[in-house]
Nanobody, 123 residues
Framework: QVQLVESGGGLVQAGGSLRLSCAAS????????MGWFRQAPGKEREFVVA????????YYADSEKGRFTISRDNAKNTVYLQMNSLKPEDTAVYYC????????????????WGQGTQVTVSS
């Protein structure tokens, strides 16, 4: 069982940056692939990026390469999403999720989800 809690969301102007954190409970965090997803109003939840259990492999949605960076600290049971050059279209609720699969861009492969954190980018 893994419980996930996101933080770090907020309101930022276009061009700004935010770093999201996802803290996990449980001693098995280091076994899981961790992913970030987002859901904009009226849209389906979409994959953003995933990182392998050891942090060596990263899988990005094509649209986010270059602006978003995922990382993890297994000693702290935390995964991060650094978001730079934010755009109004990045406005969404951002979710972290955990799976034992790799690579994992699909929602259905994730077993555990956080409650989400709101990111709002103003123009």
């Amino acid at each position: 069982q893994v419980q996930l809690v996101e933080s770090g969301g907020g309101l930022v102007q276009a061009g700004g940056s935010l770093r999201l954190s996802c803290a996990a409970s449980g001693r098995t965090f280091s076994l899981y692939t961790m992913g970030w997803f987002r859901q904009a109003p009226g849209k389906e939840r979409e994959f953003v990026v995933a990182i392998s259990w050891n942090g060596v492999s990263i899988y990005y949605a094509d649209s986010e390469k270059g602006r978003f960076t995922i990382s993890r600290d297994n000693a702290k049971n935390t995964v991060y999403l650094q978001m730079n050059s934010l755009k109004p279209e990045d406005t969404a609720v951002y979710y972290c999720a955990a799976t034992l699969s790799w690579p994992s861009p699909t929602l259905s492969s994730y077993n555990y989800w956080g409650q989400g954190t709101q990111v709002t980018v103003s123009s």
